[in-house]
């Protein structure tokens, strides 16, 4: 499913100021997210050997280039609350391919990421050297599902999944998709996982449309790129973390996928009402 809404209106065009924006801020995020994926693929010829799926080193140096980034873009970020402790996974509303960068930048974390994604160029090679665990949304492989992401926690790894199953303009939260959740339900993981429910909320720049960081439906990545890199003063992005829910408190998948997309609707909601 794609969610479909009409896109905010084109922005004006760039202009001196926003073209030396794009090439400045363009060079330094790309200096920076291929350097820092250079320096990760080195570490992980050693990393691998010693410690096969577990990777105790390199999830490190994605926080730092995510958290960066950022920075680059001159983007505020901030947290509110903490991630959790323990195995378990999160689950976040989906609004940019910037959440990609504001969730890795708070947390050492896999994501979860729609098959199709692997053959993307770019933005594939990324996510297989960062770890992402790539699935088809297809509830007759809920038992394949179980079992990697049985191995992946049992290995240490905090997986993150978009449960709306696509993005939206940021200022809505869509029904979250219950099959994925499934897999904690089965043999051992009921009692030893925990899921926490994170809000990202976005405020856009002074001035600009309603929805400016938001990408959805056939917007394309590198228009919106551009016209997030061109941005002369930029909004800024918040991730408020909610306290984790244990799968064993809960009766099953539809119930704890509701309890999880109640917690970020309220707070996004209460946000966007001030």
């Not at 693929?41 to 410690?51: G, I, K, S, T």
């Not at 983007?75 to 959440?99: E, I, T």
């Not at 509830?139 to 449960?163: C, K, N, S, T, W």
């Amino acid at each position: 499913m794609t969610w479909n809404a009409a896109p905010p209106p084109p922005p004006a065009p760039f202009g001196a100021l926003g073209w030396a924006l794009v090439l400045v801020r363009g060079f330094a995020l790309g200096t920076l997210v291929f350097g820092g994926l250079v320096v990760l693929l080195a570490l992980r010829l050693v990393e691998w050997p010693l410690c096969g799926l577990r990777r105790p080193v390199t999830p490190h140096i994605t926080r730092g280039v995510c958290r960066l980034a950022f920075v680059v873009l001159g983007m505020g970020y901030v947290r509110v609350g903490q991630p959790m402790v323990g195995r378990g996974a999160v689950v976040a509303n989906h609004a940019s391919w910037l959440d990609i960068f504001a969730l890795n930048a708070a947390d050492t974390v896999y994501f979860v990421a729609k098959s199709e994604v692997a053959g993307w160029p770019g933005i594939g090679w990324l996510a297989r050297a960062t770890g992402t665990l790539f699935i088809r949304r297809a509830r007759i492989e809920a038992a394949q599902h179980r079992d990697m992401f049985h191995d992946r926690l049992v290995a240490g790894h905090r997986l993150v999944f978009f449960p709306e199953g696509t993005s939206t303009d940021g200022s809505r939260i869509l029904p979250f998709k219950t099959t994925l959740f499934e897999a904690f339900f089965k043999g051992d993981m009921k009692n030893a996982m925990q899921l926490q429910a994170v809000t990202i909320i976005y405020s856009d720049p002074k001035g600009a449309a309603r929805g400016h960081y938001g990408w959805w439906g056939d917007m394309g990545f590198a228009t919106h790129l551009l016209k997030t890199l061109a941005t002369p003063r930029q909004g800024k992005v918040t991730l408020i973390y909610h306290p984790p829910v244990a799968v064993s408190q809960v009766k099953d998948r539809k119930v704890l996928a509701q309890m999880l997309w109640a917690q970020t609707n309220e707070a996004l909601e209460s946000v966007l009402n001030q």
